[in-house]
Nanobody, 119 residues
Framework: QVQLVESGGALVQAGGSLRLSCAVS????????MGWYRQAPGKQRELVAD???????NYVDSVKGRFTISRDNAKKTVYLQMNSLEPEDTAVYYC?????????????WGQGTQVTVSS
């Protein structure tokens, strides 16, 4: 069973920085594509950033230049460095692990961590 545990969420002032971490159990972390999603009150969950097993990263336009996703396969952890935070970044942030094996997609989610940015 794959388990994801996020940490690092907090209350921060606009312009500040946070680093989210997501620790993943299981022995094949390096094979997973990893992503960070967020969900603000009354809104749908959206993809913020993802990183492939090979290390290629993608970002939603609203965070480009401010957020950086990275992974440490030895520590089985994915990070989201968030700089120049804005009140619009306030949301619950979820970590996702995705694996496609023989045509079947496996998705795993963490419990979420709250990020609140005050103006």
């Amino acid at each position: 069973q794959v388990q994801l545990v996020e940490s690092g969420g907090a209350l921060v002032q606009a312009g500040g920085s946070l680093r989210l971490s997501c620790a993943v159990s299981g022995s094949i972390f390096r094979m997973y594509a990893m992503g960070w999603y967020r969900q603000a009150p009354g809104k749908q969950r959206e993809l913020v950033a993802d990183i492939s097993s090979g290390g290629s990263a993608n970002y939603v336009d609203s965070v480009k230049g401010r957020f950086t996703i990275s992974r440490d396969n030895a520590k089985k952890t994915v990070y989201l460095q968030m700089n120049s935070l804005e009140p619009e970044d306030t949301a619950v942030y979820y970590c996702n692990a995705r694996l496609v094996n023989e045509g079947v997609t496996y998705n795993y989610w963490g419990q979420g961590t709250q990020v609140t940015v005050s103006s």
